[in-house]
């Protein structure tokens, strides 16, 4: 779909899109190639995407795929798509907000690739969500304003190194970044944005049961940026114990958490939880 298209639709449809659900339609024809190519996808995979929209990424995962699961909240596209893709057995259309939706269904996504230009506004929860899934996607191939996507890339000790970094980096490493320009979408977002290639870690940083200790960890570490990581962390835990688990982690009393890298973030909530 290029932009005219997008734009009679829309006008046939009488669509008038929402800021709110963050509804920027992509409809440069190499960026949509790009991103499905990214994904490296099969015809036997299974493929899931959020916010389908009018159904641009669409045609080109389902090119590529036999089936494809897309999950869309608006009810004025969700119709438009059923109209539009009805007559194929390939998709999979679910009426839905993704976030609600995941938080409710218990399935196992680990053979699932996601491939989604995911609404601005639940980006950010969406990926944290799909992060602390125990069986989440193998892969993700997303595209967010270009501020989310620096944050999801971030080394330590640098300012855009975050709890979302290490919220997601804790189950997914970002394999390929690329920027996309605001002139590809309709409308044209204020920012740039990006698409990121991100891939489940094969061997796990730490048993499941330590994921939540983790995120507690991570949560009251980031809770003021500027404190000392040791007097965020006094609230959740004894202060003998912080002494203890800081000394075993040879972490210094004084340091700020964007200095902390994953890995002594991963032994820090071990030595915490006795895990
Ligand atoms: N995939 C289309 C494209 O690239 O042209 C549309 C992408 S647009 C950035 C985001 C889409 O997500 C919109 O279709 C919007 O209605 C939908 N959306 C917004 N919030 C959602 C949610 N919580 N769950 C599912 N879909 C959502």
């Not at 969406?126 to 993700?140: F, I, K, S, Y």
């Not at 967010?144 to 330590?156: D, F, I, K, P, S």
């Not at 919220?167 to 320009?181: D, G, P």
Request: with cysteine; proline share 5%.
């Amino acid at each position: 779909m290029n932009r005219n298209e997008i734009r009679s639709t829309l006008d046939e449809e009488s669509v008038r899109l929402s800021k709110a659900l963050g509804q920027n339609l992509l409809h440069d024809q190499n960026v949509l190639r790009r991103i499905a190519k990214a994904a490296d996808l099969h015809p036997a995979d299974q493929a899931l995407e959020i916010g389908p929209g009018l159904g641009a990424l669409t045609e080109h995962l389902l090119a590529a795929v036999d089936q494809l699961t897309a999950i869309e909240m608006d009810k004025r596209l969700h119709a438009h798509l059923s109209e539009r893709f009805g007559a194929t057995e390939k998709l999979r259309l679910i009426h839905a907000d993704a976030l609600k939706y995941f938080r409710n269904t218990e399935v196992d996504w680990s053979n699932w690739k996601l491939v989604s230009n995911l609404p601005y506004n639940v980006a950010s929860p969406l990926l944290v969500d799909l992060a602390a899934m125990p069986r989440g996607p193998q892969r993700l191939v997303v595209t967010v304003q270009w501020e989310v996507g620096q944050r999801l890339a971030a080394c330590h000790a640098t300012r855009e190194y975050s709890k979302l970094t290490l919220l997601v980096a804790c189950r997914y490493e970002v394999k390929e970044i690329f920027k996309i320009s605001p002139h590809c979408f309709f409308p044209e977002p204020r920012v740039d944005s990006a698409c990121l290639m991100l891939d489940r870690r094969p061997d796990p940083l730490y048993p499941d049961a330590l994921h939540k200790p983790f995120t507690a960890v991570v949560k009251r570490a980031f809770s003021q940026r500027r404190k000392m990581m040791r007097k965020n962390l006094k609230g959740g835990w004894p202060e003998d114990q912080l002494d203890a688990a800081f000394a075993a982690v040879d972490l210094d009393s004084k340091i700020r958490a964007e200095k902390v890298t994953l890995e002594q973030f991963v032994a820090l909530a071990k030595k915490l939880h006795d895990v």
